[in-house]
């Protein structure tokens, strides 16, 4: 089942930080973290493991609440870099594989 | 050989026709998943190789199908196709499944 992303389109200026959220109405096992800029392929930037394991861009950081199943992705003092469409995939098992959400389009102005 | 390629890049086809796309993964690479974007969304799950057996697949009909081959590469088929089909095709690699994926920078397929 597809994971609900939010907000749907953040506008920031360069400097603002900003959250993305993830939910999931089933028990996950991962959370994954990728971006993706126009007319690009999308880019990994972080695992976040059930238990509590992460894997990914050091200068990215992200948390997961198991109990809700729910993740967030923190993009603190934003660059104009980082402009893009994230999208969180989710698990529900280690051998499964992804299912994305429909993404959030970050755009971040000068 | 680094990253992950795919091939083509842009394809036009018509409605009825029978396509293949081509993707080339990185070495060591053992699990390959390929997805479909459509316009504005998220990427769907059509199915999951690792070691050269489906080991998953997504709600996709049975003329979506595809093969993966030990030298990394791997393919995706899709026969009769239908206008929906239209849509950029990802390629995705990681060594075990659950790794973060290398995407491709995938095939924009119209159907006409």
């Known amino acids: 089942q597809q994971p609900v992303q939010s907000p749907q389109a953040v506008i920031l200026r360069e400097g603002e930080d900003a959250v993305i959220n993830c939910s999931s109405s089933?028990?996950?096992?991962?959370v994954h973290w990728y971006r993706q800029k126009h007319g690009e392929a999308p880019v990994f930037l972080m695992i976040?493991?059930?238990?509590?394991e992460q894997k990914g861009h050091d200068k990215i950081s992200a948390s997961f609440n198991e109990k809700k199943q729910q993740s967030s992705l923190y993009l603190t003092a934003s660059q104009l870099s980082y402009s893009g469409t994230y999208f969180c995939?989710?698990?529900?098992?280690?051998?499964?594989?992804?299912?994305f959400g429909k993404g959030t389009s970050l755009l971040v102005t000068p | 050989e680094t990253g992950v390629t795919q091939s083509p890049t842009h394809l036009i086809k018509t409605r009825g026709q029978q396509v293949t796309l081509r993707c080339s993964s990185q070495?060591?690479?053992?699990?390959v998943s390929w997805y479909q974007q459509a316009l504005g969304q998220g990427p769907q799950f059509i199915f999951q190789?690792?070691?050269?057996?489906?080991?998953g697949r997504g709600n996709f009909p049975p003329r979506f199908s595809g093969l993966q081959f030990p030298n990394y590469s791997s393919e995706l088929n899709v026969n009769a196709l239908e206008l929906d089909d239209s849509a950029l095709y990802l390629c995705?690699?990681?060594?075990?499944?659950?790794?973060?994926?290398?995407f491709g920078s995938g095939t924009r397929l119209t159907v006409v």
């Open positions: 976040l493991l059930k238990g509590g």
């Open positions: 089933k028990a996950l096992y991962s």
């Open positions: 995939g989710t698990a529900t098992n280690s051998g499964y594989a992804l299912n």
């Open positions: 070495s060591g690479h053992n699990t």
């Open positions: 190789y690792y070691r050269e057996e489906e080991n």
């Open positions: 995705a690699s990681s060594p075990q499944v659950g790794d973060g994926y290398t």
